[in-house]
């Protein structure tokens, strides 16, 4: 099992930035690929970004490419999510998960862990 705890959201203006965290316990966090999706009220949970295991590989949602980065450090246990320029379309519940089958990145279907949300608001 593996347990995730994200943090870091809150309320900013358009334009401002917020870095997320998520901290991993339980199995090895370095065996995973780990991923970041949102929900906005009255939407569907959506992908926006991943990072593979050793942090060599990241995979950005269109609409967060050049804004937002994705990294982790294996030492402790933690992947982030850097968001600058943000908007109000960003508004929603940010989500960690941990990749837990072959079907990934971009599929919520694969990932197998979920923290319990951080929630972001932009306002305009």
């Known amino acids: 099992q593996v347990q995730l705890v994200e943090s870091g959201g809150g309320l900013v203006q358009a334009g401002g930035s917020l870095r997320l965290s998520c901290v991993a316990s339980?199995?090895?966090?370095?065996?995973?690929?780990m991923g970041w999706f949102r929900q906005a009220p009255g939407k569907e949970r959506e992908f926006v970004a991943a990072v593979g295991k050793s942090g060599g590989s990241t995979y950005y949602a269109d609409s967060v490419k050049g804004r937002f980065t994705i990294s982790r450090d294996n030492a402790k246990n933690t992947v982030y999510l850097q968001m600058n320029s943000l908007k109000p379309e960003d508004t929603a519940v940010y989500y960690c998960a941990a990749l837990s089958t072959g079907l990934g990145p971009y599929s919520a279907a694969a990932y197998g862990y979920w923290g319990q949300g951080t929630q972001v608001t932009v306002s305009s």
């Open positions: 339980g199995r090895t966090f370095s065996r995973y690929g």
